[in-house]
């Protein structure tokens, strides 16, 4: 399918015309209060969605008083319980309130690919075909989001531009978008207006996961991430005092952060990583992971691993970094060396102290 072919499709708002959103920004009034519009806040809420106030033209959850917005520090409270009928009805007063949804019983689906309608296309059509058909909105032409409800809450996976959004996170479901001037509008179906929340398609965990690597396996190079965006925290990245990992902890956790041909700083951090979480015997590993790149070079791989002196950055690091990007390690797998080594000493001592018992019993049988 043609990028025109797909642009024909409903991405773009019909009222943006021929020359996108910038000549239809006039049509929209940015005091707007979607809450108050058509009653939708009170339909949403019938509707069994957890929503709550979000500032005009933006994606943050807002309070409106003395005559001005602010960001609502404690929004999460709306993911445990729905808004009351008192709420509801102040919010219809907020000029231009926007209405975000909470999603601790809900998981989104991300696409953040731009420029690109054949990709974006592609991906949507998978995510319809693995996870079932759903209320999709969109804010940009490219850019949409699927929504989906969970039997339990699903942390946030990032891998982009793809992201799963889950719990602890809200998403804005009307409002004017920031960018084009238009509201954030459903060219697919249904808008989640219109659905229960009880009839939207169920995701399970295992799903999202699998989902997400694989639709992450069919992005370009060209338009996957080339930052891992924790690097970019020094205190995000160290890992404390003791840097070691268990051998089977940092190969699971490494499953989980890609490289797409990653930046060199970012890199240098995850090879520091490795070598300060197993020392020399991580080699392999890191230079398997560095294979995964189109700039991978054998001499430089091996020159630069000699080169790493690791004091901050070790398992903790490769470990904060999967599991931003949804990695959850198995209940079993042991993560720090010295929590193992420990472990295993107490084995060792058990035995020993068994076996000696054993010895003193017979000793004592064969006194008798």
């Known amino acids: 399918m043609s990028s025109e072919e797909v642009a024909r499709r409903p991405w773009q708002d019909e009222r943006a015309g021929e020359n996108g959103a910038e000549s239809s920004i006039s049509l929209i009034d940015n ?57 509801l009805d102040h919010w219809r007063r907020w000029p231009g309130c926007g209405i975000g949804l909470c999603l601790n019983d809900k998981f989104v689906i991300d696409c953040d690919v731009a420029n690109d309608a054949d990709i974006s296309e592609t991906i949507r059509n998978y995510c319809e075909k693995q996870l079932g058909s759903t209320v999709t909105k969109v804010g940009q032409p490219t850019k949409w989001s699927a929504i989906y409800r969970t039997p339990k809450p699903i942390r946030p996976i990032k891998l982009h531009p793809l992201e799963g959004l889950g719990a602890g996170n809200q998403t804005v479901i009307y409002n004017t978008h920031s960018g084009t001037g238009l509201p954030y509008f459903y060219p697919f179906g249904d808008e989640i207006l219109e659905v229960h929340h009880d009839d939207l398609p169920v995701l399970t965990e295992h799903q999202v996961h699998k989902f997400l ?140 102290i068994r076996r000696n018992a054993l010895l003193k019993k017979e000793a004592r049988h064969g006194l008798r």
């Not at 008083?65 to 319980?81: E, I, L, N, V």
């Not at 996957?224 to 020094?234: D, F, G, T, V």
């Not at 070598?275 to 890191?286: R, S």
């Open 213 to 352: 690597r694989e639709a992450f396996e069919m992005i370009p190079e060209r338009l996957r991430q080339r930052r891992l965006s924790a690097c970019r925290s020094r205190t995000a990245m160290t890992s404390g005092h003791d840097l070691r990992g268990t051998p089977e902890a940092i190969v699971d956790s490494l499953d989980w952060i890609p490289n797409a041909d990653l930046c060199w700083d970012d890199w240098i951090a995850i090879g520091m990583a490795i070598k300060g979480a197993l020392g020399e015997d991580g080699w392999d590993l890191f230079d398997t992971w560095s294979r995964r790149s189109s700039k991978y070079a054998a001499n430089t791989t091996k020159r630069t691993w000699s080169g790493f002196r690791p004091h901050s950055r070790g398992a903790g690091t490769l470990y904060y970094l999967a599991r931003q990007n949804g990695w959850q390690p198995a209940p079993q797998l042991i993560l720090n060396a010295a929590t193992k080594e420990a472990a295993e000493s107490v084995h060792i001592d058990f035995d020993t």
């Open 31 to 87: 005091q707007t209060n979607f809450m108050a519009e058509g009653d939708r806040g009170a339909k949403l809420v019938d509707q069994g969605h957890h929503i709550l106030p979000v500032i005009p033209r933006s994606k943050t959850p807002g309070d409106y008083y003395f005559r001005s917005w602010h960001p609502m520090p404690d929004w999460g409270r709306y993911g445990a319980r729905l808004p009351t009928d008192l709420e």
